[in-house]
């Protein structure tokens, strides 16, 4: 029986980071009521759903990616009440809540790992996988050895990311149960769906030395999230993403996922995660265009994205954030969110927030930066090793959003936040954005709309034009009532000819012309060619 995908091709997904959000009760930190009070800016833009990270209890090793009660919400974000509010108000306004779903570890202050790390015979032992000596010589994501040696029972337990993050064994099936009676209780609350964090690792294979995508995880998934009470749920995967993988977890004839990220593209610009590697929109394009064939192919979702709270803001890496910072974020939004899918917006990019610059070390938070500093220093120079935390970490699209222009910029009534502000936040705010004569914000909204009313633009078939022309993205949408063109120029001016020409729906430099013609630096435009 074909899958059922039809409401999820209507979703635009807004991505919060709690902590960076609003700030209700001028503690310096976001929190539920904070997003409650933006409900309607983010319906404005055009988002319908949103996928809040983590605000589980949670000692905030890793700012809440290390959960110690998944039933509770954690006080610095508000109460369950809160969390009740929002959810209400957000389907009050129509808007989805998709809840972040951290299975692969729990935080090693949550009770199962109390009670496991305290004797080899407490019933929650095997809850987690422990060895009396290391098995293997894996490193942890957020630096030095994945075992870490517990003194209570004389052994080491693994943790793929923290030390905080012990891995929960899932080969044990109380271990699935749990989670499944997690879900549970979320989906009872009334959430519409989940996103996995990094779902692939919760089957390992010691042997073969695989840390994720281990023989167990298809069957795994299935048995949690194939259930027939997670339906109308939907679900998307943070997993490897070969094509192979993809099929094997959302194809068609599987019972597992309804999506997954697809992250390949955003790592152009990088060689791993902290030096820069020279880029061309064009492998972005190349990239993108040969997922959405794939993806025709197979029908299957595609998740459509440039940012997110694990990466620094793709349009300083690969567009131009300086003297066309407007002109490059609107375009790399056009290039993408045009393209068949579901896109998600991470909170910051519609206003074309960039990365920053700090000199010093206080100014970062981020546990997976500040591991990779420690375990450098000394090796290379200072300098050199500010400026690749300061390329790489996370904590470039962690920084408090900035409402406004003033010192505290909207965020908080607070003297400081929890985190210091982007370092160009006095030009890079909303307030600014939108007093502009162009503005990202207005231009994301419109791009929105038009994807809102174009049933083709959810829906229609993709197929690129002039494929083996440089320096530009050009591509319809297509179905049988309707034809839109999408005409994307990148990095430098040229003249486009060959094309059907049509109405203008949405252009992000006023253009005049036709879909013929010369195109300015980031120029893009969108036609209608036929309804
Ligand atoms: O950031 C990455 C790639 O650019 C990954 O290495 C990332 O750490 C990985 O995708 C896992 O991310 C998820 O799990 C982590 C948490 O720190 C991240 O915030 C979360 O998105 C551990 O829970
Ligand atoms: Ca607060």
Redesign the pocket.
Same mark, same amino acid.
């Given at each position: 029986m074909k899958k059922e995908f039809s409401d999820c091709y209507d979703l635009v997904v807004y991505q919060i980071y709690p902590r960076s959000f609003k700030d209700s009760n001028g503690d310096g930190i976001g929190d539920l009521l904070g997003v409650l009070s933006k409900l309607d800016y983010i319906k404005e833009l055009g988002a319908n759903a949103i996928w809040l990270?983590p605000v589980f209890k949670s000692p905030q090793c /890793? #700012?809440g990616?290390?959960v110690s009660d998944y039933r509770d919400i954690d006080p610095m974000y508000g109460t369950m009440e809160d969390f009740e509010r929002l959810l209400a108000a957000a389907h009050e306004k129509g808007i989805k809540i998709i809840m /972040?779903f &951290?299975a #692969?570890?729990t935080s090693s202050e949550h009770e199962w790992f109390r009670q496991a790390r305290s004797s080899k015979t407490n019933p929650y032992h095997d809850y987690y996988y422990w060895a009396d000596t290391p098995l293997n010589d894996w490193r942890a994501?957020?630096g030095g050895s994945a075992w870490e040696f517990n003194a209570a029972t004389n052994e080491y337990y693994l943790h793929?990311?923290?030390v905080g993050?012990p891995d929960v064994n899932w080969t044990n099936p109380k271990v699935r149960d749990e989670f499944k009676e997690i879900i549970d209780f979320w989906v009872e609350k009334g959430v519409d769906g989940f996103r996995c /964090? &990094?779902l692939d690792h919760v089957s390992k294979d010691f042997e073969k030395d695989l840390r994720r995508n281990g023989p167990h995880l298809h069957e795994y998934i299935n048995e949690v999230f194939g259930r027939e009470n997670l339906k109308n749920i939907y679900t998307v995967g943070?997993a490897e993403t070969t094509e192979e993988s993809i099929l094997a977890t959302c194809g068609q004839d599987r019972n597992e996922l309804k999506s997954v990220f697809q992250?390949s593209h955003?790592?152009v610009g990088r060689i791993g +995660?902290y030096t820069p590697a020279p880029h061309r929109l064009d492998d972005v394009k190349n990239i993108l265009t040969s997922w959405q064939d794939f993806t025709a192919k197979h029908d299957l979702l595609y998740v459509l994205l440039t940012d #997110?709270? /694990? +990466?620094p803001w793709f349009n300083s890496r690969v567009g131009n954030d300086r003297e066309l910072r407007y002109e490059s974020a609107t375009n790399i939004a056009t290039t993408v969110f045009l393209l068949k899918g579901i896109p998600f917006i991470y909170e910051g990019q519609e206003i074309g927030a960039a990365n920053s610059v700090f000199s010093d070390l206080s100014a970062f938070n981020d &546990?997976?930066c500040l591991g990779y500093y420690f375990e450098q220093k000394g090796k290379i120079l200072e300098d050199k090793l500010l400026e690749e935390i300061n390329f790489g970490s +996370?904590d470039n699209t962690r920084r408090p959003f900035a409402w406004d222009g003033s010192a505290t910029h909207g965020f908080t009534t607070a003297s400081a936040p929890w985190l210091p502000y982007a370092s160009r936040s006095d030009e890079i705010n909303l307030e600014a954005d939108l007093k502009g004569k162009h503005s990202v914000w207005r231009y994301y909204r419109d791009l929105f709309a038009l994807r809102r009313d174009r049933e083709v633009l959810r829906r229609g078939e993709f197929r690129q034009l002039f494929p083996e022309r440089e320096n530009c993205f050009i591509y319809l949408r297509e179905n049988e009532n309707e034809k839109i063109l999408v005409v994307c120029n990148f990095e430098n001016e040229q003249t486009v000819e060959g094309l059907p020409e049509g109405k203008m729906l949405l252009s992000n430099l006023d253009r005049l012309g036709g879909a013929n013609g010369k195109y300015a630096p980031y120029e893009c435009a969108v036609y209608e060619i036929w309804k």
């Open positions: 990270c /890793d #700012n990616y290390d /972040d &951290v #692969n570890h994501e957020f793929s990311f923290a993050q /964090d &990094v943070e992250f955003l790592a +995660r #997110n709270h /694990d +990466r &546990v997976e +996370r």
